[in-house]
């Protein structure tokens, strides 16, 4: 199953890619918590990453690329993947469409989880109280509402197009979400 999970900051995406990579025995591949992991560590990466991520901007197109790449060419990533947080522009999407093709690999699904600004705004601030993560501020946190809406939102149409996009609710309870992404999922393999 290759899969990616689209949709703003804050929907939930990390915590339920979490759950579906258990279930079908693939590796989560987070551009952001590569990011983070490579500024913890105080590498080249992280370095050039930075100041982007503490703006809420993005990190710049051909670093998240050269990432990507990289990544899903590991041997735990042969049987499948689920790609959180990338592609997040265009460009990235058509990065990853080349990739995929040279490799002779297809997307099964590109799962959107749609849930309305107001609801996102309370939750990173919640969660900003509880993880300290230095993106999680107010100001920051409309600056990653903005660039979503300018940048990643185009991508809704792009799989739409395509005939990957499956949206689900990303509103109720955690386990309620994880029901909906499963029971599409499940249409998706049949
Ligand atoms: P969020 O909770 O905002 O979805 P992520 O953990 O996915 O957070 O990303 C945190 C930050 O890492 C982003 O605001 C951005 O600066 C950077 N980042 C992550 N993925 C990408 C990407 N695909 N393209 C550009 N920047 C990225």
Sequence with gaps: MKLLFMGPPGAGKGTQ?????DDYKIPQISTGEILRAAVKNGTELGRQAQEFMNAGKLVPDEVVIGIVRERIKEP??????????????????????????????????????????????????????KDGRKDDTEPVIK??????????????????????????NGLGSMEEITARIRTTLKEVES
């Design 76 to 129: 735990d990533a042969s049987n499948g993947y689920i790609l959180d947080g990338f592609p997040r522009t265009i460009e990235q999407a058509r990065a990853l469409d080349s990739m995929l093709e040279e490799m002779g690999q297809q997307l099964d699904v590109a799962l959107n989880l749609d849930v309305p600004d107001e609801e996102l705004i309370k939750r990173l601030l919640d969660r900003a109280q």
């Design 143 to 168: 600056n990653r509402l903005k660039v979503y809406n300018d940048q990643t939102h185009p991508l809704i149409e792009y799989y739409s197009k395509s005939g990957l996009l499956r949206s689900i």
């Design 17 to 21: 890619a979490k759950i579906i990579c």
